[in-house]
């Protein structure tokens, strides 16, 4: 079972960037596919980016696309949401998540995944 932590969250202005980190304490998710989602207050959770478990299949929610980077190091055990030109509307929870399969059929459902962190927050400054 992993066992994912998030890092990276923080304070920034609009148009900065910031890098979260997400690791799997236990080392056993090179294997698995892994997305980011985020939730606002008051919001339901919402698809950010995903990846399989190879990192040749990525995909993004249309709000981040060519804004945000997703990435993982399989011998790091960690995966990575490069986010840049951020704007306020970027302001939630991050969560990293992780699927006990290798690739998802719809890897925006928030149900596919078995393992999530426990967030860290992103607040983007206007």
């Known amino acids: 079972q992993v066992q994912l932590v998030e890092s990276g969250g923080g304070l920034v202005q609009a148009g900065g960037s910031l890098r979260l980190s997400c690791a799997d304490s236990?080392?056993?998710?090179?294997?698995?596919?892994l997305g980011w989602f985020r939730q606002a207050p008051g919001k339901e959770r919402e698809f950010v980016a995903a990846t399989n478990w190879i990192d040749s299949n990525r995909d993004y929610a249309e709000s981040v696309k060519g804004r945000f980077t997703i990435s993982r190091d399989n011998a790091k055990n960690t995966m990575y949401l490069q986010m840049n030109s951020l704007k306020p509307e970027d302001t939630a929870v991050y969560y990293c998540a992780a699927s006990t399969y290798s690739s998802l059929p719809d890897p925006r459902l928030p149900n596919a995944y078995t393992a999530w962190g426990q967030g860290t927050q992103v607040t983007v400054s206007s």
């Open positions: 236990v080392g056993t998710f090179s294997y698995y596919a």
